[in-house]
């Protein structure tokens, strides 16, 4: 069966993550996915130490499966062939600096008037509109502004930023469901669509519960550091060769744990009779819990736990998880394939569909690959193809 998305091509405009993450999975949905880039030197990514082979592995992770046009869109020929291009497609993904593509001339309202049924989708750190609109998208700050930073802090009180890039992966996610959505109702009402899709927005939309304790209190949703706020023992323990995550969110996950750490004398003491008792004493508890946990290992721990279905893990890193038997078994690690032979692993694409198996795509477009056959399927010639080619358009 042919993938969801086989009958739609997305022209991309895209840099470093959040716009790029969007259009790997579109393509990994099976929509042809053209990639724009700058002649000679291509987009930001592609320059990211360390390399494999002449690849950047930060490009190569979230750009599998497109096809590479080089254009110089800063030139009249250059936007001309862009708008040539966009006229047969259904989706422009882009995520440069608001007012970017308005310079450029290639901007929703200049490219409408050539598709009017395209649904083109901006992406940026602030949004197109707002106090805030020109500010840099970074990811970071994003994390700070948002109040994301707020609620993890180091043992000195100063705020932590999360290691994975989480508001560029937020807005990318919000932008994949949101330009499906667009196509669903444009093959529906005939319509296009003006996606305005921003980091900070979508990162706030993550606060979720954590939002609504605010809402709530009007109060700032504290610190969760190694503890989750409302039960307890809850949290990051240390055994006796490292660390485990220990989630007892129930009376019979509390039950369950005492009889795992033979520590059924816990139950009957008044101080841990109910979960609020249990938070209120969190620091006596885990004390207690530790210097038990101590004389096992985080590996002989977890198993003792999973097997009385309490919820519990060993802390891996962005080594170890995909050494790990599960994640073998949900097959999320992919080998894509350099201009040069060799092989990177990427995460595959994590979404599992009865009707459709996703087989991968191993391309890794060399900068301007497709340029020549994209600018053929969009009309031109072999002669205009060079003279656009000396002229250093493409």
């Not at 083109?120 to 020109?134: A, E, I, L, N």
């Not at 969760?224 to 996950?253: C, L, M, N």
């Not at 201009?339 to 990177?344: C, D, I, N, Q």
């Not at 391309?363 to 080619?389: C, F, H, N, Q």
Request: aromatic share 8%; hydrophobic share 35%; net charge negative.
């Amino acid at each position: 069966m042919a993938a969801p998305l086989s009958d739609i091509t997305v022209v991309e405009l895209t840099q470093m993550v959040a716009g790029p993450h969007a259009g790997m999975h579109l393509a990994d949905m099976g929509a042809e996915v053209i990639k724009i880039e700058r002649p000679e030197y291509g987009e930001i990514a592609r320059n990211v130490e360390p390399k494999v082979g002449d690849e950047s592995f930060y490009y190569m992770t979230v750009n599998r499966g497109k096809r590479s046009v080089t254009l110089d869109l800063k030139s009249e020929h250059g936007r001309e062939l862009f708008l040539d291009i966009v006229e047969d497609a259904d989706v422009v993904l882009e995520n440069y600096t608001p007012g970017t593509v308005s310079e450029l001339g290639i901007d929703y309202e200049t490219v409408r008037e050539r598709n009017s049924e395209i649904i083109y989708c901006s992406v940026s750190g602030f949004g197109q509109t707002g106090p805030r609109s020109d500010d840099p998208g970074v990811d970071f700050i994003v994390q700070a502004y948002t109040g994301v930073a707020s609620m993890t802090r180091d043992t000195d009180g100063r705020p932590l930023r999360m290691g994975v890039t989480v508001s560029d992966l937020a807005g990318a996610m919000y932008a994949l469901q949101a330009i499906v959505a667009s196509v669903r109702r444009r093959d529906r009402e005939g319509v296009g669509d003006y996606i305005d899709v921003s980091l900070s927005d979508s990162l706030l939309s993550f606060l979720s519960t954590r939002a609504g304790h605010s809402f709530a209190t009007g109060e700032p949703f504290p610190s969760v550091a190694r503890s989750h706020v409302y039960f307890a023992p809850e949290g990051i323990f240390e055994t006796a060769d490292g660390y485990i995550q220990i989630s007892t969110v129930t009376e019979k996950h509390w039950e369950k744990l005492c009889d795992v750490l033979d520590r059924e004398d816990l139950l009957e003491r008044p101080e841990f009779e109910t979960i609020d008792d249990r938070c209120q004493h969190r620091d006596e508890l885990n004390e207690i819990l530790e210097a038990t946990l101590s004389e096992r290992s985080a590996e002989e721990w977890v198993e003792l736990m999973k097997e009385r279905g309490i919820p519990a893990s060993e802390i891996n890193d962005t080594q170890s998880i995909w050494e790990d038997e599960h994640t073998e078994a949900r097959d999320m690690q992919f080998d894509v394939e350099t201009e040069s032979g060799e092989t990177f692993p990427t995460i595959a694409y994590p979404v599992k569909h009865e009707t459709w198996e996703w087989d991968g795509d191993e391309y890794i477009a060399p900068l301007g690959a497709d340029t020549e056959s994209v600018l053929k399927s969009a009309g031109y010639d072999d002669d205009e193809i060079e003279t656009l080619r000396e002229k250093e358009v493409i």
